[in-house]
């Protein structure tokens, strides 16, 4: 039996998306004055951090954020997946050494009014940054509390002005086998490639990373621009973003190409529907050292947990054959 | 020349330590020792790590009886039952991490597991199947048995094509390392049939 937790973000505290947009955008003119909202730095003056990461200036808290305690810095940057770099957990922090972020340009083409290819600073310099601590719930049935740092996705999507025609959004992953030493087997077909409706990526939950802790998003983590969608299995949360594209048919999705049977292009969070060779009843939630060996799973949310904020996105919808 | 005396004295014991140095090494990076890690999933690497040198030394032990006709000497079948039961018994501590450590000895989803997870179903049975092997791997039972222990242990290439199998099975998309195993059973395998085929003639 699944004892469902609340949710910490009561359904009163979320503000519609335009009274929220519209608050940012006035919190924005007045050069953020209130030094209440800015992030204290307890969580980003965590002294695991090396010195290498530059701090992020004027990062924003967010009433979207959990209560529970993140995972530590080393925890979320040495256990993770991303193929580009190896299949193994620590492959990414391994092997994305000789990885460059910067310089970095994002091709944002399809169905919208502004379209051509925008650098790094174009896309990001016009926005607040927040801090979001969110649970991460990968598809492998393991879980992380992350205190990302990023923009809402829908309030960049909007500056590129997507027309009516535009009812999905497409991203994909750089190539650079070089610098990316799991390119170079194709254990995926590379590009990797994700995609959201329309709705999903513009719900204020959605997030354009740009960091972790306070810091640059570290290059295994998937800098310098990743997705961060807390409702779904980690996969759809597409790393190194070079494209982005409003389409206005549903964009083909890696894992699901790659095991149709087994991954979906939701990819909702749902204790209820088992991966086929696997439970997703529960998840271990990751913590190093001894003292956490004997600890037992817990139970998965639906929705991870933000049920209250996004299962009416997907009214009517049969979750199970949609999965 | 390579005497049983030397053998037992020496390349056994040898051996014994060689197979323990992994389950040695894990015990280290558990306690965190000398800068040690297991990483922040303990749980699952300690069951991985497990499991992938339970099915390594069962494919050594496979591997004793083609090295014995290769080489023409006798030696080789001195370590097949060393290399058996070290591979039996880190496949029991892989099984005890799973029930213990990952599945916190929650026994309903561990009989949904077992029934409903392919994998895990054959990876089960591979494990109940090597029991009365490794129970009558002594010399006592070997005698009493006769003939039939001879047909008894032939299990064990049940075992390994389960073992091999089961690997195969749960990995995610990366199939490299699994099929680097079922190729060296293969080649064991067929090195049998091969030999079979020969002495029929």
């Known amino acids: ?323 | 020349m390579t005497s049983q005396r030397q053998v037992r004295l020496f390349w056994r014991p040898l051996a014994h330590v060689a197979c323990a140095l992994p389950l040695v090494y894990l015990i280290l990076q558990l306690a965190e020792v000398a800068g040690l890690r297991l990483g922040p999933n303990p749980q699952l690497v300690i069951r991985d790590v497990l499991g992938e040198w339970g099915l390594r030394l069962l494919l050594g032990s496979l591997a004793m009886t083609p090295l014995r006709w290769l080489t023409g000497k006798p030696w080789p079948l001195q370590f097949r039952r060393l290399l058996g039961l070290w591979s039996f018994a880190y496949l029991a501590l892989h099984f005890v991490t799973y029930f213990f450590l990952d599945r916190s000895l929650d026994l309903p989803v561990i009989i949904e597991d077992i029934a409903k997870r392919p994998y895990i179903t054959i990876g089960f049975a591979a494990f109940l199947l090597m029991i009365p092997l490794a129970i009558t791997s002594t010399a006592g039972w070997r005698r009493q048995l006769g003939a039939r222990w001879l047909t008894l242990h032939k299990l064990v290439y049940v075992v390994a094509v389960l073992g091999c199998w089961h690997f195969y099975w749960l990995v995610k998309k990366d199939v490299r390392e699994p099929l680097v195993y079922c190729a060296v059973l293969a080649l064991l395998l067929g090195f049998r049939l091969w030999k079979a085929r020969q002495r029929a003639r």
């Open chain 1, 1 to 323: 039996m699944l004892i469902r937790k609340p949710s910490d973000i009561k359904s009163s505290e979320i503000t519609p998306e335009r009274t929220y947009l519209n608050r940012r955008a006035l919190l924005q003119a007045a050069g953020f004055a209130g030094a209440g909202t800015l992030l204290s730095d307890a969580l980003a003056a965590d002294d695991a951090i090396p010195a290498k990461y530059q701090r992020l200036a004027g990062v924003r808290k967010s009433p979207f954020s959990t209560t529970e305690a993140p995972n530590k810095f080393e925890e979320i940057t040495g256990y993770n997946n991303f193929y580009e770099f190896g299949t193994g957990k620590d492959d990414p922090a391994a092997a994305s050494g000789r990885f460059r972020p910067k310089p970095w340009k994002v091709k944002v083409d399809g169905e919208a009014e502004v379209t051509g290819t925008f650098d790094y600073d174009s896309i990001v310099k016009p926005h607040v940054l927040e801090e979001r601590i969110y649970r991460f719930r990968c598809v492998e049935a393991w879980s992380m509390i992350v205190p990302w740092v990023g923009i809402p996705l829908g309030d960049v999507l909007k500056r590129y002005k997507p027309t009516s025609k535009a009812r999905y959004v497409a991203f994909e992953t750089v190539v650079r086998p070089e610098e990316m030493p799991g390119q170079k087997y194709p254990v995926l077909d590379w590009p990797y490639v994700e995609g959201l409706t329309m709705a999903e990526a513009m719900h204020p939950l959605t997030l354009l990373v740009v960091g972790v802790y306070g810091v640059e998003l570290p290059n295994q983590n998937g800098a310098p621009l990743r997705l961060m969608v807390p409702w779904k299995y980690g996969f759809k949360s597409i790393k190194s973003i070079v494209r982005i594209s409003f389409t206005e048919q549903q964009p083909p999705t890696t894992w699901n190409l790659a095991a149709p049977g087994e991954y979906g292009f939701y990819a909702n969070v749902n204790p209820k529907v088992d991966h086929p060779r696997w439970s997703q009843a529960s998840e271990r939630r990751v913590s190093s050292g001894l003292g956490s060996l004997f600890a037992a799973r817990q139970p998965t949310l639906p929705f991870n947990g933000y049920a209250d904020q996004v299962a009416s996105l997907y009214k009517g919808l049969d979750l199970v054959r949609n999965f």
